[in-house]
């Protein structure tokens, strides 16, 4: 069974950070394209940063220069470090993972980031 674990969000006031960590089992990150993905009220959902098996990280023109999105494969674990938030960063993040190789993607459960004073 696939599970993806997802931890860190939380209030945070504009210019501060957070970071949310994706934990998998039942899958090996690394052979797979990972990434975040976030709602926001209202809108719809949207790709934040993925990165593919054996890729370096792309990131959504909103947050390039603010994200970074990491992996630590002997952890099976994918990271998002965002800084400098703003109120337009509030949403529901979500993690995922896919293979077109393997027909399969993967959702872990959306954490909320709220950026507020």
């Known amino acids: 069974q696939v599970q993806l674990a997802v931890s860190g969000g939380g209030l945070v006031q504009p210019g501060g950070s957070l970071r949310l960590s994706c934990a998998a089992s039942?899958?090996?990150?690394?052979?797979?394209?990972t990434g975040w993905y976030r709602q926001a009220p209202g809108k719809q959902r949207e790709l934040v940063a993925t990165?593919?098996?054996?890729?370096?990280?792309t990131y959504a023109d909103a947050v390039k220069g603010r994200f970074t999105l990491s992996s630590d494969n002997a952890k099976n674990t994918v990271s998002l470090q965002m800084n400098s938030l703003k109120p337009e960063d509030t949403a529901v993040y979500y993690c995922?993972?896919?293979?077109?190789?393997?027909?399969?993607?993967?959702w872990g459960q959306g954490i909320q980031v709220t950026v507020s004073s």
């Open positions: 995922n993972s896919n293979s077109r190789f393997f027909g399969v993607n993967y």
């Open positions: 039942g899958i090996v990150f690394s052979i797979y394209n």
């Open positions: 990165i593919t098996s054996g890729g370096s990280p």
